[in-house]
């Protein structure tokens, strides 16, 4: 008899449980963007001035954990505000920052840091470091950053110093296609003044060292929860250490273990970028041989009536039917909705195949 032989790594990883993100009582918010207003990647925030001013998240949420400061950041030294989005069928997360600081360090190896920290999956537990597998040689290329990610974010990179450095095994991920960024400042080094970062990056369920190619992308989903978190790491004049390590997890090792980051919410569409009624749905092949097709309604607003029409002279008025074709072909399938609002209609052209 074969034995099974599962990597060290994957065995730590399927033994992580369910766990409790911090900060239990709160619950962040990511704005989901309609598909026409994406915001371009650019520097110009002005596609920003849609997002709600409850989903802007300034330096009072923010706590250092390391240098033993009180409460947030004097924001004469130093003041931050973060945006969060995300687009409905693209597994991306976009990123808004905006910070002024008293004295900009670019230092290439310890200037001003913007951290970001995300495990979509809420897969937790240690992602940089871990006592059971530090003897292994390998240790960099087999675990770090693999089930969730952690960008060190140069703000701003200074001259010949690349955007962003990833903390993991997977430096690919921080290339296009996988994320993008651009700045917007006039400050030079050691003054004072104000930076603007507009960024998107795609997190990882798994992301190996080799490359994408067995790479695995978070399905992003309305109306559930992500784990994320951010850290401002903030060095001044002649600084060899930082003065402060202010996150919004309020646990410093948010930046290596991936249970102590918190909940983030990706939201709907907010109701003034929607139509008071709007039909959707999608549909499932349960049995092939037997032309079976399950059907479900995905639409939006107060409804009172469903009238499917199946493109083969037959109909169903349940909200989410199931239908035997009496033969294989493709078909024209319309979900009509009615509701106090009016009526709505979609429309799929042989979509529906069977054989």
Not at 165 to 182: D, F, T
Not at 188 to 215: H, M, N, Q, S
Not at 267 to 281: I, Q, S, V
Request: hydrophobic share 35%; with cysteine; glycine share 6%.
């Amino acid at each position: 008899m074969k034995k099974l032989l599962i990597p060290l790594t994957c065995l730590i990883m399927l033994s992580q449980t369910v766990f409790a993100l911090e900060r239990p009582d709160t619950e962040f918010k990511i704005f989901q963007f309609p598909r026409t207003m994406i915001p371009r990647i650019d520097g110009d925030i002005s596609d920003w001035d849609i997002v709600p001013a409850s989903y802007i998240y300034g330096a009072d949420q923010l706590r250092d954990t390391v240098k033993g400061h009180e409460g947030p950041p004097d924001p004469k030294d130093l003041d931050v505000s973060v945006r969060v989005g995300w687009v409905k069928g693209l597994n991306r997360l976009y990123f808004l920052y905006e910070a002024s600081d008293d004295y900009w360090n670019m230092h290439y190896s310890r200037g001003d840091i913007f951290e970001i920290v995300v495990d979509a999956d809420l897969s937790g537990g240690q992602f940089i470091n871990n006592e059971q597998l530090e003897k292994w040689p390998d240790n960099h290329f087999r675990f770090k950053g693999v089930h969730a990610q952690n960008y060190h974010i140069f703000t701003p990179p200074g001259e010949g110093r690349d955007w962003t450095m990833v903390w993991g095994c997977q430096p690919w991920i921080k290339e296009l296609p996988y994320s993008n960024h651009a700045y917007q400042y006039n400050f030079k080094e050691g003054d004072a003044g104000r930076l603007v970062l507009e960024f998107w990056i795609t997190p990882f369920d798994y992301a190996p060292f080799e490359g994408p190619e067995r790479a695995v992308v978070s399905n992003l989903v309305e109306d559930t929860i992500i784990g994320l978190s951010w850290s401002v790491l903030d060095y001044d004049e002649d600084s060899k250490a930082y003065e402060g390590f202010w996150n919004l997890s309020h646990i410093t090792r948010m930046d290596s273990n991936a249970s102590h980051q918190v909940a983030f919410r990706l939201m709907p569409l907010e109701h003034n970028f929607r139509k008071a009624l709007e039909a959707e749905w999608s549909f499932q092949i349960v049995d092939m041989d037997r032309h079976l097709v399950s059907f479900n309604d995905l639409s939006y607003g107060e409804i009172t009536s469903w009238h499917w029409d199946f493109g083969d002279n037959l109909s169903s008025s349940e909200q989410n039917p199931m239908h035997s074709y009496e033969k294989g072909g493709d078909y024209i399938v319309i979900l009509t909705v009615k509701g106090p609002a009016g009526e709505a209609r979609r429309i799929k052209v042989r979509d529906v195949a069977v054989k």
